[in-house]
């Protein structure tokens, strides 16, 4: 089977292209997605012609089983790839040595990673799939965990940091370093444990058994973990270990994105929106609010909705810069060298104290994560907003305290249904046939109930509406077991009172005669 050759250019415009795709959290796509995708494309481009797309759709359909089968990058580039050098030689074009080979593994092993200048690694496995990652989100990384100062300061990591480009991957092998990031990121999320040498006979083993403590630890925290286990780390499986590692790096970035941290964050809230309702915007929506939040400021016909191709040409950096003064923007702005621009973003925010491993490479090529980890960055340390007035300060604190306690009423309102539940499965143990279908009805009313606290409402908005719909249906089949059921099984206190009376009914008439 033939393998078109793509450049570093064609690259970079299907990586652009694919992000376009409604992805899910693990930046993968499904078949059925993709084919809507696709069947909306009505003009080709250099690298994909009209005709390419006829082909990328009849190859979808013919390598996906399944609609509901998910794909990623490297998927997606492969099956372009055989696409381009199909045999009628439509879109074929000439390899280049500074390119990606797409070739088909060999029957033994999985070969080496290929290396395309220095910026995207292509990696094809025995089963036949090709995965890419850039160097340069792996380099900047491991910048970042080096300078986590939570984590320089830990003596358990004194033997594994610094990390070395080289042994990026083998340092998170043994599940030491993921263990100790997870609880940088969040603390206490997991418990503290001594980690004592390992022989190299039992290393599998124990490294497993630590893993597997780690991830959990990392589902705890809302990271997504879709088909990676222990052994993707312990096999250096690279694409898997910084789908999770970019993860927990990017709750740590965003974690100063918050009106605890910032309470300027509250002149970003909208006319028709409450403060509170800040707290449930995601912090990436909120830094790219607080983006267009300055270009609005400063006149700028556009606004952004990624960090990826919307920063391409350095004018946002330069717009967020303009805010900071002393900053010589006129070097940046003057300048119509795209490299040249994106190397002096760069030199300002590394002399404001941003310090982001990010190339200008990176910004030209719209690299969405070394962008948001930079943007994070200057947010941080200029967020060129003013802080709140007394009054409105004094209307931030109302509103979070109005929020905390209507959080604690609901969190009531839960355990109470819990102790209903509980109360419910003792009850049920050793009564009738029919009580316990009532009370298994009603168990089964409260457990619906409150799955739907957690999937269809906010806990605060939609508590109170929940829980009197909650009691409304509980209601309704009491209702329905009293009509079904008119008679009442009598109870051993009431057989005890009733034959008492009677008994004594019985003396009263025997002393009469």
């Known amino acids: 089977m033939k393998y078109y050759v793509f450049s570093q250019e064609e690259i970079a415009e299907l990586k652009e292209l694919f992000l376009k795709l409604p992805l899910n959290g693990d930046g993968l796509v499904s078949k059925r997605l993709l084919n809507d995708f696709i069947g909306e494309l009505k003009e080709g481009t250099e690298v994909l012609t009209l005709s390419d797309i006829y082909f990328l759709k009849k190859q979808v359909n013919e390598e996906l089983s399944s609609g509901d089968e998910l794909i990623d990058l490297g998927e997606f580039l492969k099956i372009i790839s055989r696409i381009k050098a199909r045999e009628d030689g439509v879109g074929n ?18 070969p080496p990673p290929t290396q395309t200048q220095k910026s995207i690694y292509s990696i ?44 990026f991957f083998k340092k998170f092998s043994d599940g030491v370093l993921l263990f100790n990031l ?73 974690s100063q994105v918050a009106l605890n941290k910032h309470p300027e964050l509250c002149r970003l809230v909208k006319e028709n929106e409450s403060l509170e309702s800040l707290a449930y915007i995601p912090a990436e929506q909120i830094l790219i609010r607080w983006v267009n939040h300055h270009l609005k400021k400063a006149g700028y016909p556009k606004q952004i909705s990624n960090f990826g191709s919307d920063m391409k ?32 973003v760069i030199n300002i925010c590394n002399s404001l104290g941003c310090d982001v491993a990010i190339g200008p490479q990176n910004i030209i090529e719209g690299n969405d994560r070394l962008n948001l980890a930079l943007v994070a960055s200057l947010f941080h340390k200029h967020s060129g907003m003013d802080l709140p ?25 839960v355990r109470s249904a819990n102790t209903t539940t509980t109360i419910r499965d003792r009850a049920s143990s050793g009564s009738s046939s029919k009580k316990s279908g009532l009370f298994e009805k009603i168990g089964h009313t ?3 109930g409150l799955q739907k606290v957690d999937e269809k409402y906010h806990i605060v908005e939609g508590g109170k ?17 009293n009509r079904q059921s008119p008679e009442k099984k009598e109870t051993k206190e009431e057989k005890r009172e009733r034959l008492e009376k009677q008994l004594a009914d019985l003396k009263a008439k025997s002393k009469k005669k």
């Open 446 to 448: 409260i457990d619906s």
């Open 313 to 344: 040409n350095s004018e946002v950096y330069t717009i967020l810069l303009q805010q900071i003064p002393g900053v010589p923007i006129d070097e940046i702005s003057n300048n119509p060298d795209l490299k040249s621009r994106a190397e002096k």
């Open 389 to 413: 007035s007394e009054s409105e300060l004094a209307e931030l604190k109302s509103q979070n305290a109005m929020l905390k306690k209507r959080l604690e009423e609901m969190e009531e309102k």
């Open 465 to 481: 509406k929940v829980k009197e719909e909650l009691s409304k249906k509980v209601q309704q089949v009491i209702s329905e077991h």
């Open 182 to 254: 997870v609880n940088a990121v969040k603390p206490g999320t997991l418990s503290l444990k001594k980690f004592e040498p390992v022989p190299p006979n039992k290393f599998r083993f124990a490294a497993a058994e630590t893993l597997a403590t780690a991830l959990q630890g990392c589902k705890r925290i809302g990271i997504s973990l879709t088909n990676i286990g222990p052994e993707d780390f312990i096999d250096c499986r690279e694409h898997l270990v910084l789908a999770v590692v970019w993860q927990l790096l990017k709750v740590d970035i965003l």
């Open 124 to 167: 094809s496995t025995a089963a036949g799939s090709t995965h890419t990652y850039s160097i340069d989100e792996r380099n900047m990384f491991a910048h970042y965990i080096n300078n986590m100062a939570v984590l320089r300061g830990d003596e358990v990591l004194k033997e594994i940091l610094p990390i070395e480009e080289e042994n």
């Open 93 to 110: 074009g000439p390899p280049s040595v500074s390119s990606v080979a797409l070739s088909p593994p060999s029957p033994s092993s999985p």
